[in-house]
């Protein structure tokens, strides 16, 4: 027992959260509940000491009782921990991660993150154990809530991942990730209370197009937060899988509304939490849905090579999904095309993207989450790509190309979707700029003005300060620049935080 000890002492002198979830997850093997009753303390004692991580020292007593855990611990389990801590190490001092806060590098990994999401020293398997996915995406989803948003805005709550560091966790879940069985356990909630759950899923999905940075955003991380908590607690295994569920879609969720509001480095680690709460759902195409997202992202931060490989990565899984979810692939393919200035390949995807949505049998049975994905949405997204192809190729007839389209997107949207109405009136008034109808485009930036007034998203007005500035061109003209002047007192009167970001 004392070796035992001496030994505990050596590789950890003093317990945190971070490292009592190292002792218990990757040394132990047990669940939060079984870790509390070894230990002799409530199972909301460990949570609250893994949910503040590296920030929360357990108290002395604590500490000794840690100790011997470690210290009747044996031979493997120790080594186990020993080897956590040294992944954990390496981790902390990680290169250099893109900070899109700041603009710049940023010298070690987040510490205030999950970082061993990105992190290829870590053991690969673990992240996608469903008890690593559950412990992660509450903390995640609380610390999100417990930081100070201003604090936020200024550094960021995560760090970038790009490259290989991006890629890498994906092509492991395209090449076929062993899916894991939970054991049945008694659990602590009932198939009614699950179905409740899912309900208030589903209600808080609606959400994710009509927010900023408010209550909203909060009631879907605090419900994230608490769903995988239940999961955590051990609950039986058919169960287990439908609250998964509902994770992998509040995870999103909070991606998307992450994404709108401007921090893209918080939206990737939801997505990739989606992604791996989809896999612990044994859910595949939420996956690609998932893929599908991450990708989109890429292109927007203009990095076409990294969607490419996302929505590859997708597509080879999605061998025998419906129509409808191939041509929504092959769509973020061209997108990620035109990013790279390839016309031609542009053109292409997109024509098989066209045909594949205009083959769909009105039999075929499509998941939820693509009923979205229309006529309507492909002609406008397409004609978004062309105004981008028009700009990095310098070839004028794109924006005559993206005038077609978007019209048409125009012509067929519902008039319900405000977020997606707004975004294609915007994308016209600059395609209108490309041809040459200063006046014209004037007009329809004011009307795409008041449908933002109503849509509360941070891209939207992202993109109407973006015509603001490809405007100033034609600022002699007098409709211009009565449009950029009433564009001006818009975007000045947004909060200050999402004015910020904007830029």
Same mark, same amino acid.
């Given at each position: 027992m004392r070796a035992?000890?001496?030994?505990?002492?050596?590789?950890?002198?003093?317990?945190?959260?971070?490292?009592a979830?190292?002792?218990?997850?990757?040394?132990?093997?047990?669940?939060?509940?079984?870790?509390?009753?070894?230990?002799?303390v409530?199972?909301?004692?460990v949570?609250?000491?893994e949910?503040?991580?590296?920030?929360r020292t357990?108290q002395?007593?604590m500490?000794?009782?840690l100790?011997?855990?470690?210290?009747?611990?044996?031979d493997?389990?120790?080594?186990?921990?020993?080897l956590?801590l040294?992944?954990?190490?390496?981790?902390?001092?990680?290169p250099?991660?893109?900070?899109?806060?700041a603009?710049?590098?940023?010298d070690t990994a987040?510490?205030?993150?999950?970082?061993?999401?990105?992190?290829? %020293?870590?053991?690969?398997?673990? +992240?996608? *154990?469903?008890? $690593?996915? #559950?412990?992660?995406v509450?903390d @995640?989803? &609380?610390?999100?809530?417990?930081?100070?948003?201003?604090?936020?805005?200024?550094?960021?709550?995560?760090a970038?991942a790009?490259?290989?560091?991006?890629t890498?966790?994906?092509?492991?879940?395209?090449?076929?990730?062993?899916m894991?069985?939970?054991?049945?356990k008694?659990?602590?909630?009932?198939?009614?209370?699950?179905?409740?759950i899912?309900?208030?899923?589903?209600?808080?999905?609606?959400w994710?197009?009509?927010?900023r940075?408010?209550i909203?955003?909060?009631?879907?991380?605090?419900?994230l937060?608490?769903?995988?908590?239940?999961?955590?607690?051990?609950?039986?295994?058919?169960?287990?899988?439908?609250?998964?569920?509902?994770?992998?879609?509040?995870?999103?969720?909070?991606?998307?509304?992450?994404?709108?509001?401007?921090?893209?480095?918080? %939206?990737?680690?939801?997505?990739? +939490?989606? *992604?791996?709460? $989809?896999? #612990?759902?044994?859910d595949?195409l @939420?996956? &690609?849905?998932?893929l599908?997202a991450?990708a989109?992202?890429?292109?927007?931060?203009?990095?076409?090579?990294?969607?490419?490989?996302i929505?590859?990565?997708?597509?080879?899984?999605?061998?025998?999904?419906?129509?409808r979810?191939?041509?929504m692939?092959?769509?973020?393919e061209?997108?990620?095309h035109?990013r790279?200035?390839?016309?031609?390949?542009?053109?292409?995807?997109?024509?098989?993207?066209?045909?594949?949505l205009?083959?769909?049998?009105?039999?075929?049975?499509?998941?939820?989450?693509?009923?979205g994905?229309d006529?309507a949405?492909?002609?406008?997204?397409?004609g978004?790509?062309?105004?981008e192809?028009?700009?990095?190729?310098?070839?004028?007839q794109?924006?005559?190309?993206?005038?077609?389209?978007?019209?048409?997107?125009?012509r067929?949207?519902?008039?319900?979707?405000?977020?997606?109405?707004?975004?294609?009136t915007?994308n016209?008034?600059?395609?209108?700029?490309?041809?040459?109808?200063?006046v014209?485009?004037a007009?329809i930036?004011?009307?795409?003005?008041?449908?933002?007034?109503?849509?509360?998203?941070?891209?939207?007005?992202?993109?109407?300060?973006?015509?603001?500035?490809?405007s100033?061109?034609?600022?002699?003209?007098?409709?211009?620049?009565?449009?950029?002047?009433?564009?001006?007192?818009?975007?000045?009167?947004?909060?200050?935080?999402e004015?910020?970001?904007?830029?």
């Amino acid at each position: 027992m004392r070796a035992g000890r001496g030994r505990a002492r050596k590789l950890h002198e003093q317990w945190t959260g971070e490292t009592a979830r190292l002792l218990r997850e990757r040394a132990l093997r047990l669940s939060v509940r079984d870790f509390a009753d070894r230990l002799g303390v409530q199972h909301r004692t460990v949570s609250k000491w893994e949910a503040k991580g590296a920030n929360r020292t357990p108290q002395g007593h604590m500490q000794a009782i840690l100790d011997t855990a470690l210290a009747q611990a044996d031979d493997d389990a120790r080594t186990r921990f020993e080897l956590a801590l040294q992944a954990r190490n390496v981790a902390d001092n990680a290169p250099a991660l893109v900070n899109p806060a700041a603009g710049s590098q940023v010298d070690t990994a987040p510490q205030i993150a999950t970082p061993d999401q990105f992190d290829r %020293a870590a053991d690969p398997t673990m +992240l996608w *154990l469903p008890t $690593s996915t #559950a412990r992660d995406v509450r903390d @995640f989803a &609380i610390r999100d809530l417990m930081l100070d948003r201003r604090r936020v805005l200024s550094g960021g709550l995560a760090a970038l991942a790009v490259g290989s560091r991006l890629t890498e966790p994906i092509d492991g879940w395209a090449a076929g990730i062993p899916m894991y069985f939970s054991a049945n356990k008694a659990g602590t909630v009932t198939e009614e209370e699950v179905h409740h759950i899912e309900l208030t899923g589903r209600a808080l999905r609606g959400w994710n197009s009509r927010f900023r940075m408010g209550i909203r955003r909060k009631a879907v991380l605090g419900q994230l937060a608490e769903v995988a908590e239940l999961i955590e607690l051990g609950q039986p295994a058919e169960l287990e899988r439908r609250l998964f569920r509902v994770s992998a879609e509040l995870s999103k969720v909070a991606a998307s509304m992450s994404w709108d509001a401007g921090l893209n480095a918080e %939206a990737q680690h939801y997505y990739l +939490l989606s *992604l791996r709460a $989809s896999h #612990a759902a044994h859910d595949q195409l @939420f996956g &690609i849905n998932v893929l599908a997202a991450m990708a989109r992202q890429m292109v927007y931060l203009n990095r076409g090579t990294d969607a490419l490989d996302i929505v590859r990565a997708a597509a080879d899984s999605a061998a025998r999904t419906t129509p409808r979810v191939y041509a929504m692939l092959r769509v973020r393919e061209a997108w990620a095309h035109a990013r790279l200035g390839r016309s031609e390949a542009f053109r292409r995807v997109t024509g098989k993207a066209e045909e594949l949505l205009s083959s769909e049998s009105s039999n075929t049975e499509d998941p939820y989450w693509i009923s979205g994905f229309d006529r309507a949405e492909l002609s406008g997204t397409t004609g978004g790509r062309y105004l981008e192809l028009a700009t990095i190729t310098g070839k004028p007839q794109a924006f005559a190309d993206a005038d077609t389209y978007i019209s048409e997107a125009l012509r067929l949207r519902d008039g319900g979707n405000l977020r997606s109405r707004a975004l294609d009136t915007i994308n016209l008034a600059r395609a209108r700029l490309g041809t040459q109808e200063p006046v014209e485009a004037a007009r329809i930036a004011l009307d795409a003005m008041s449908i933002a007034r109503r849509t509360n998203s941070g891209h939207v007005d992202r993109k109407l300060r973006r015509f603001s500035e490809e405007s100033a061109r034609y600022s002699k003209n007098p409709n211009v620049r009565q449009a950029r002047q009433e564009l001006g007192d818009y975007l000045r009167k947004l909060p200050q935080k999402e004015s910020q970001k904007a830029r």
